[in-house]
């Protein structure tokens, strides 16, 4: 991510000179965080606006090749969540979706209420949609990310909370499950 993004940045000095000073902003907003502690917890608004800031910078990079489509609630509950739990999801569905495509791709990034009358639960799934490739792209990374993030969704919440992945010969979808904290009960 850094080393694209600092070129993209380098080559919009001279032409946007505004677009790149953004990027550098939203760019400093993501290494703030990296360089925090990492078991840090946060609200989920929090970390939506990273990954917003983290798609900002993709977006300049691959232009019209990346399509964004946010579905989000008006109000986003206050649930507190692993710091660095979406960017890595949104970075993977780039690296390994969208930039292999020659015509790009989409992502759709969206959160809902699913009640569960029956068990008397309401849980907010989370899910990255991503275009990708029929054949797998060779893989440089040390594929620690899924594994990683549930652990860490494991550790807050044990077994309120999930990771999933769903995929078809195009689409590649990740699901969090995270429970409601805030819902008063009657």
């Known amino acids: 991510m850094c080393f694209n993004s600092l070129n993209t940045v380098a080559s919009l000095i001279a032409i946007d000179p505004d677009k790149a000073e953004n990027m550098l902003v939203d760019l400093s907003s993501l290494f703030r965080v990296v360089l925090k502690d990492q078991d840090a917890q946060v609200d989920l608004v929090a ?73 008397k639960q309401v849980r907010w799934l989370f899910t990255i949609e991503n275009d990708k490739p029929e054949l797998a792209v060779e893989s440089h990374g040390h594929q620690i990310s899924l594994p990683n993030i549930a652990m860490r969704l494991e550790a807050i919440f044990n077994d309120k909370a999930g990771l999933s992945i769903e995929q078809t010969a195009n689409q590649y979808r990740v699901i969090i499950e995270l429970p409601e904290y805030n819902k008063q009960t009657s």
């Open 47 to 119: 970390e939506i606006e990273l990954g917003r800031r983290y798609l900002n910078i993709e977006q300049e990079r691959l232009g019209d090749r990346l399509k964004l489509q946010w579905q989000l609630p008006e109000v986003i509950p206050t649930i507190q969540v692993p710091q660095l739990l979406l960017q890595p999801l949104l970075e993977n569905a780039i690296y390994h979706g969208i930039q292999p495509l020659i015509d790009g791709g989409s992502i759709v990034i969206s959160l809902s209420l699913q009640e569960q009358k029956e068990a």
